[in-house]
């Protein structure tokens, strides 16, 4: 049974910093692709990265390119999301979620395996 547990939320003000980190067990990371999602209070749960896995592929939506990076350590049975210059619209729930495929998708019914989310709160 693969698990995934993220880790890394918190309370940032607005152009600051967090990374969260997702790790996996049970599985054979380097076969699976890797995604982020997150979920705002009221809102429906959206894609915001993926990685494919060898990490030779990445995604984002529009809304994180350029402050939002994932990434792999295949070594450590870890996938992170580096996210800089945060806002307070990226104030949520974020998810890791892993699929048995090469490339990750942006569809979140592609995904296999889920998280329990790590809370993201960006104060203005």
């Known amino acids: 049974q693969v698990q995934l547990v993220e880790t890394g939320g918190g309370l940032v003000q607005a152009g600051g910093s967090l990374r969260l980190s997702c790790v996996v067990s049970?599985?054979?990371?380097?076969?699976?692709?890797m995604g982020w999602f997150r979920q705002a209070p009221g809102k429906e749960r959206e894609f915001a990265a993926a990685i494919s896995w060898s990490g030779g592929y990445r995604d984002y939506v529009d809304s994180v390119k350029g402050r939002f990076t994932i990434s792999r350590d295949n070594a450590k049975n870890t996938v992170y999301l580096q996210m800089n210059s945060l806002k307070p619209e990226d104030t949520a729930v974020y998810y890791c979620a892993a699929v048995s495929t090469r490339r990750g998708s942006m569809d979140a019914n592609d995904y296999n395996y889920w998280g329990q989310g790590t809370q993201v709160t960006v104060s203005s």
């Open positions: 049970g599985g054979t990371f380097n076969t699976l692709s």
